[in-house]
């Protein structure tokens, strides 16, 4: 079975939203929605968006507004610019604040699905999103791990982590590497915070058949697959 893709569709018209969310389901994406840019800009907080379907024209914060936002935060998720304004100024404008593609409506719903396709395959995520190991599956797109029909849903930083490791099975990660890749520079987080992210992990997963995290001494963790 395929990865199920995300899929953001803004705009402020429900009729559009509807028929967007419609094709979209019915073509294997989960879609979210949102009303104008600043509901936009929540979802892609709280949830993790493969692709955004933006109009320009709405009220609160407009897609304008909203792709400058997340293009200054270097949010680099792929943009469809779907919008009634056509003029070559619309679209200079769309793609000067970072859009990665533009269309007219009303919209051709295929080419739309075409387009789509398009940019997931050039934005490259689609090998970032599981992870598989032993019965054990890590979905990025919800931070949920899955074991024997269970599922555990992780605070953001802990799956991140987890997911980190597992993808360099034996590779050695120092406390450094890992403040640096989930934290930021200017944080007050000290090195403790990846101890204690990485004791809480082994107290959730200590029964786990499938892997391990092990300490290096006086270097950092790894993660070790138990079944080969």
Same mark, same amino acid.
């Given at each position: ?95 000067? =604040?970072?859009? +990665?593609? $533009?269309? @007219? ?7 739309? %699905?075409? #387009? ?21 599956? =890590?979905?990025? +797109?919800? $931070?949920? @791990? ?7 849903? %992780?605070? #953001? ?72």
């Amino acid at each position: 079975m395929g990865i199920m893709f995300n899929i953001l569709v803004v705009d402020d018209q429900t009729n559009i939203r509807r028929l967007y969310e419609y094709t979209l389901e019915k073509n294997g994406y989960r879609v979210f929605t949102a009303e104008n840019g600043e509901q936009a800009l929540e979802v892609i907080a709280a949830s993790h968006i493969d692709l955004m379907i933006l109009d320009i024209m709405m009220p609160k914060l407009d897609g304008y507004g909203c792709l400058k936002a997340l293009r200054e935060e270097n949010n680099n998720v792929p943009v469809l610019m779907i919008t009634a304004k056509d003029t070559s100024d619309d679209m200079r404008k769309s793609f000067m =604040l970072g859009t +990665d593609d $533009f269309m @007219v409506k009303p919209v051709d719903e295929m080419e739309m %699905l075409l #387009r789509i396709k398009a940019l997931l395959r050039r934005s490259k995520i689609s090998e970032e999103q599981r992870l598989t190991v032993g019965g054990t599956e =890590l979905f990025y +797109d919800s $931070f949920t @791990v899955v074991r024997d029909g269970v599922s555990t849903v %992780l605070p #953001r930083k802990e799956f991140q982590i987890l997911f980190k490791l597992l993808s360099f099975p034996g590779k050695t990660f120092t406390r450094n590497n890992l403040m640096e890749e989930f934290w930021s520079m200017d944080t007050d987080s000290e090195a403790r915070t990846v101890d204690v992210h990485i004791n809480r992990l082994r107290e959730r997963f200590k029964d786990n058949d499938d892997f391990s995290i092990e300490t290096v001494r006086g270097l950092g963790y790894k993660a070790v697959k138990k079944n080969g």
